[in-house]
């Protein structure tokens, strides 16, 4: 069984402009979910998806935002990028009821 | 807001010996699940082990087990008979049981593990 990918890698974008990540879930997993991780900050929630709705949401500006398809593959999207949003983006999958978390290896995001 | 603290940035270990990471976390809940992920050098994350708030007995996988104290409020991690590979981050987790199936985790800042040979 394939696990959680996310695409891009690696990423460098300039301040100003916009990204977008991607992830597809393990199939049959219906929950996505996005962490953004900084060596200052940790390990810190910016949202879930399930079934196409956004389930939760963490304290991040308006500037991040995400959706989810049908297929249950999710994009994350940041506007006006800064320095600050450099970070390693992970994805997680969950498959309902198994309360257990699969992660992708992340999309490395230098902003310049 | 639940919070999760591991008071130690670092440790090491003699390949073969035993070693245990700390982890507090701080909840008003009482239906919810904690876990200890491990991230390499590779960056994914990977579960080492889960224990459910409801059950008492700790958590055993392998070399790994965990030391829960419900009432303290405290999860932590022995890895026994340390090998090389364990060298990694490794990151205290919480979820909720109750917020309507939300899969959120709420991470510590992480110990970092090296194994020495």
């Known amino acids: 069984k394939a696990g959680v990918t996310q695409t891009p890698r690696y990423l460098i974008k300039t301040r100003g402009q916009q990204v977008t990540l991607s992830c597809s879930p393990i199939s049959g997993h219906r929950s996505v979910s996005w962490y953004q991780q900084t060596p200052g900050q940790g390990l810190q929630f910016l949202f879930e998806?399930?079934?196409?709705?956004?389930?939760n949401k963490g304290n991040f500006p308006g500037r991040f935002s995400g959706r989810q398809f049908s297929n249950s593959r999710s994009e994350m999207n940041v506007s006006t990028l800064e320095l600050g949003d450099s970070a390693l983006y992970l994805c997680?999958?969950?498959?309902?009821?198994?309360?257990?978390?699969?992660f992708g290896q992340g999309t490395r995001l230098t902003v310049v | 807001a639940q919070t999760v603290t591991q008071s130690q940035p670092e440790m090491s270990v003699q390949e073969a010996e035993t070693v245990t990471l700390s982890c507090t976390y701080d909840t008003s809940e009482s239906d919810y699940y904690l876990f200890w992920y491990k991230q390499p050098p590779s960056r994914q994350m990977i579960l080492v082990i889960r224990q459910e708030a409801y059950k008492q007995q700790n958590a055993t996988e392998n070399r790994f087990s965990v030391n829960f104290q419900k009432a303290a409020k405290s999860f932590s991690l022995k890895i026994s008979d340390s090998q090389l590979g364990d060298a990694a981050m490794y990151f205290c987790?919480?979820?909720?049981?109750?917020?309507?199936?939300?899969?959120?985790?709420?991470f510590g800042k992480g110990t970092k593990l090296t194994v020495n040979p």
């Open positions: 998806y399930f079934s196409e709705t956004q389930r």
């Open positions: 987790a919480y979820r909720s049981g109750t917020q309507g199936g939300s899969e959120k985790l709420v």
């Open positions: 997680a999958s969950s498959l309902q009821g198994f309360t257990r978390a699969f």
